[in-house]
Every structure is written in C-alpha cells, then in structure tokens.
C-alpha cells in the first residue's frame, strides 16, 4: 500500500491560499466533507486494496517480502496472493456494471479528482457524484457491507 505523505502543500484558489494535503485521496477527501457513507468509504477503501493487492498499478520498487497478505489474512505467497486479490477485483467491477465502473475505478483506484474524471468522461460538471455515490452503494452491496 502507498505510505501517506503527511506534507501539505499550499494552492492558490479563486485569489486566496489553502491548504491541501496532498496525500489525501479523492474518496477520503469526499467521506471527510460528509458527500459519501461511512459505508461507501468502505466499500471504495476495500476496492482500493484489492487494486493495490493485485498490483495493477505501475510499480517502481522492487517487493521484497516473501510472504504477504493475500486479504484473507491465510499469509499467501505474493503470486497467489495477487491473482487473488485480481479475481476479487475483476467480481467487484462486474458485480457493479457497466457505465458505473469507469467513475468508480477512476476516483476510487487511479486516485483521480472528481472534476477530472467528470471532464475526461465528458460529463457534465457535477454529475460525477451522483453516479459515483450509486456505484459505490452497489459496490457495497457486493461486498455485503452493512
């Protein structure tokens, strides 16, 4: 997993400065402000991890452990341990469907910011959390969380 960063980094907004933590990811900054669930954060944090299991993601260090955690807590080995954390992975993304996936993945696993993954969907401004907010309740009805 990514280790959190905790610098904050200073933005010029609209004519004034903020700050912004810059390892704070989009589903987290979300949750923090009330836009989505306790459940929903749960739902999209236990996608993000089954992602980073799989190694899907561009990796630029060498994983040296010989053992990991294959999300089931049983200590598979790291080969074992990705192909099933790809197949949970790949169940999710099916479970939620077509046309609610792209906003969800984007968000949720590239750590894309809602208004960027709106405008390279080419949806209007806006109407990214609404879609994400279903996506993640049928995420989390996949998952069976509560």
Not at 10 to 29: F, H, I, K, Y
Not at 96 to 107: H, K, N, Q, T, Y
Request: charge should be positive; charged fraction near 25%; glycine fraction near 12%.
């Amino acid at each position: 997993m990514q280790e959190l960063q905790r610098e904050m980094a200073a933005r010029t907004v609209g004519g004034r400065r903020v700050a912004v933590n810059v390892a704070e990811s989009p589903l987290s900054w979300l949750a923090a402000r009330g836009l989505v669930t306790a459940r929903q954060l749960a739902a999209g944090e236990r996608l993000r991890a089954d992602h980073e299991r799989a190694a899907m993601a561009p990796a630029t260090t060498m994983r040296w452990s010989e053992r990991v955690d294959g999300g089931g807590g049983d200590g598979l080995d790291p080969s074992t341990a990705r192909i099933a954390a790809k197949r949970r992975f790949d169940e999710a993304i099916a479970g939620i469907g077509p046309g609610l996936c792209d906003i969800l993945w984007r968000v949720v696993c590239a750590g894309e910011a809602l208004p960027a993954a709106e405008k390279e969907l080419g949806w209007p401004t806006r109407s990214g959390r609404l879609v994400l907010t279903l996506a993640l309740d049928r995420l989390a009805g996949h998952y069976r969380i509560g």
